[in-house]
Each structure stands twice: as C-alpha cells, then as structure tokens.
C-alpha cells in the first residue's frame, strides 16, 4: 500500500522568504509523486509530478520539489513567498504501473504567508 | 491540453433526493475515478472504473453509491438518497495506457445537501 505523510498542517511565512513543505512517501514499488495546490473553494491543480525521470522537479510558479528515496522524501520548495501562494498543498503518491493511477492524498499543508 | 470536465459546477440537493455527478474524462483514457472531499479534510478515493466495471473500491463506496458510463464519453456518480454527510466536493479522474502517464483530475462538484 502506498501513503504520503505531510509533516506541518499549517506553515507560516514572511513574503519574500523561503517555502518548504514536507512530504515522506511509503510505497513498495517506485512511486509517482505529486504536489498539487488547492486555493479556498476551487479544484486541485497539479503544481509538479515525479514519474521517475529526473529527481529534481520544477513546475508551475516558481516550486520545485526534490525526490530523495534514501530519506523518502518529496518536500515542496519554493525560494522567496508571494501573498498570492496562501492556498492548501497536497502531496500525493500513486503506483508507477502503467495506466492505473489510483492516487493517495497527503492531508494537506495550509500554507500562510504573513506580509 | 486535454482536461476531465466536470458538471455541474455545485449542486444544491434536499436530503433524501437522489443526485447525479456528471464527468467527461480524456477522451483516450480507460480507467476512470471518483474522490470525495469533505470540507477541510483531505481528498479520499471513493471507486476506480475499467472495462465497464468497478475495479476498485473504498470503504466509503456503500450501497448509495453507483458509478455508470453511459456512453461513450460520459462517467457518472449517483448517489441515491443523499445524507448531509454527502455535501462534499467530488473529484473525477481518469488515466490512460500508456506507461509514465498520471491521472488527470477534473475541477470538482461541490455537493451541498440540505
């Protein structure tokens, strides 16, 4: 069975400073992982995924997220907050076996950014 | 891009009234998935869909709920008498064949039972 353990449900920040949301996965076969964003009363949208291409990821607004399977971790970076980041952060994982891609979410990290 | 669309956006229902959650996934995909989630919680998978059968399913998945392809491009959730522990935003899916392929979500339903 697959999991995502998200260390923080709320993290605070200045605008301007670093953003790292943790994630660590269980799998028992190589994981695709996800981090995917939430704004209050909207849909999810995919920020970034690992499908086992390169380990270090880039995806939209400026995050990236590094995959380290001797820590098994997939933490969520993003180098200087802007106000407009506030929103709810996702990790996921799911099975990396062809078309089925049943997901497991994370149980998410609000983040806050303090102007 | 591709996308899943879903409709309608948000749904208002009395308790007790059957509701239909209406999904259109990518056009080439086969498998096919609902996921529920409750307000300030996190998304849960509810049922997996592949070859006009349910494939997998949780345990949140009783016997109120159904799912359905009708045709040829639609996948649908019932829910056939709605509690208010149904309003829920619910999340349709769907992915292909093809290896190193992720699922692709829709927007979301967000169900209101009153």
């Known amino acids: 069975a697959q999991s995502v353990t998200q260390l923080g449900s709320h993290v605070s920040v200045s605008e301007g400073a670093l953003v790292l949301l943790r994630c660590n996965y269980s799998s028992s076969v190589p994981p695709y992982l996800f981090w995917y964003v939430q704004y209050p009363n909207q849909g999810l949208q995919l920020l970034l995924k690992y499908t086992s291409a390169a380990t270090l990821v880039k995806g939209i607004n400026g995050f990236e997220a590094e995959f380290k399977k001797s820590e098994t971790s997939f933490h969520l970076t993003k180098p200087s907050a802007h106000m407009s980041d506030a929103a709810e952060y996702f990790c996921a994982v799911s099975k990396n076996s062809g078309g089925y891609q049943k997901v497991t979410f994370g149980t998410g990290t609000k983040l806050q950014v303090i102007p | 891009e591709p996308e899943v669309t879903q409709t309608p956006s948000h749904q208002v229902t009395q308790m007790g009234q059957e509701v239909i959650l209406r999904c259109v996934p990518i056009?080439?995909?086969?498998?096919f998935y609902w996921y529920r989630q409750i307000l300030g919680q996190k998304v849960e998978f509810l049922v997996s869909?592949?070859?006009?059968?349910?494939?997998?399913k949780s345990e949140i998945f009783d016997d109120q709920f159904s799912v359905e392809r009708p045709d040829g491009s639609n996948f649908t959730l019932k829910i056939r008498s709605t509690k208010l522990e149904d309003s829920a935003m619910y999340f349709c899916a769907s992915s292909g064949e093809v290896l190193n392929t992720e699922a692709f979500f829709g927007q979301g339903t967000r169900l209101t039972v009153v």
């Open positions: 869909f592949y070859n006009n059968e349910i494939s997998e």
């Open positions: 056009s080439n995909h086969l498998y």
